[in-house]
T-cell receptor
Framework: DIQMTQSPSTLSASVGDRVTITCRASQSISSWLAWYQQKPGKAPKLLIYKASSLESGVPSRFSGRGSGTEFTLTISSLQPDDFATYYC?????????FGQGTKVESK | EVQLVESGGGLVQPGGSLRLSCAASGFTFSSYWMSWVRQAPGKGLEWVANVKEDGSEKYYVDSVKGRFTISRDNAKNSLYLQMNSLRVEDTAVYYCARDHGNGMGVWGQGTTATVSS
């Protein structure tokens, strides 16, 4: 099975900061990677698919890059609504796996 | 409006069973793979199982193989997860999600399964 590892686990940042989260796959997944945002008590929300494609309605301050085994999610200017937990997910295989999550908290 | 609504969660003793349901509306249910994803209290997301549009292919995470069964009824626009031989570690919020081949773009609100004696 493909393992996904995110870093850091927790990130402390301020409004306006540029924030980058990394996700690494245990084997190549081409560009079959999605990013989700989850707030407490809510279902996850799809932000990015195919590593770099922005889901409809998602603000352009979110961007994704990468291919193969290393990927990043960047928030160009952190907004108050962006404090949340972020997950990557691979879908190269039918057995889909998530990273362990990165919590973005207020510094 | 595209919507997924889960039901069927509850409290069950270890070794017991639960059947979760997910009612879909607002889209052509039979055109999409569907998944179950769970989240244990205070933990991250874990993909559990998925099923092809026509139900002919099903995949499971290793920890539930042989105990959980995913199924669907396209005539009723419904997805199911039959959970048998439940363990304390199966305690979680269970979400159903629509898989459009590029991530899971639609999620339900979740239903909670608690396994405890």
């Amino acid at each position: 099975d493909i393992q996904m590892t995110q870093s850091p686990s927790t990130l402390s940042a301020s409004v306006g900061d540029r924030v980058t989260i990394t996700c690494r796959a245990s084997q190549s997944i081409s560009s079959w990677l999605a990013w989700y945002q989850q707030k407490p008590g809510k279902a996850p929300k799809l932000l990015i698919y195919k590593a770099s494609s922005l889901e409809s309605g998602v603000p352009s301050r979110f961007s994704g890059r990468g291919s193969g085994t290393e990927f990043t999610l960047t928030i160009s200017s952190l907004q108050p609504d962006d404090f949340a937990t972020y997950y990557c997910q691979q879908y190269n295989s039918h057995l889909k796996t998530f990273g362990q999550g990165t919590k973005v908290e207020s510094k | 409006e595209v919507q997924l609504v889960e039901s069927g969660g509850g409290l069950v003793q270890p070794g017991g069973s639960l059947r979760l349901s997910c009612a879909a509306s607002g889209f052509t249910f039979s055109s999409y793979w569907m998944s179950w994803v769970r989240q244990a209290p205070g933990k991250g997301l874990e993909w559990v199982a998925n099923v092809k549009e026509d139900g002919s292919e099903k995949y499971y995470v290793d920890s539930v193989k042989g105990r959980f069964t995913i199924s669907r009824d396209n005539a009723k626009n419904s997805l199911y997860l039959q959970m048998n031989s439940l363990r304390v570690e199966d305690t979680a919020v269970y979400y159903c999600a629509r898989d459009h081949g590029n991530g899971m773009g639609v999620w339900g609100q979740g239903t909670t399964a608690t396994v405890s004696s």
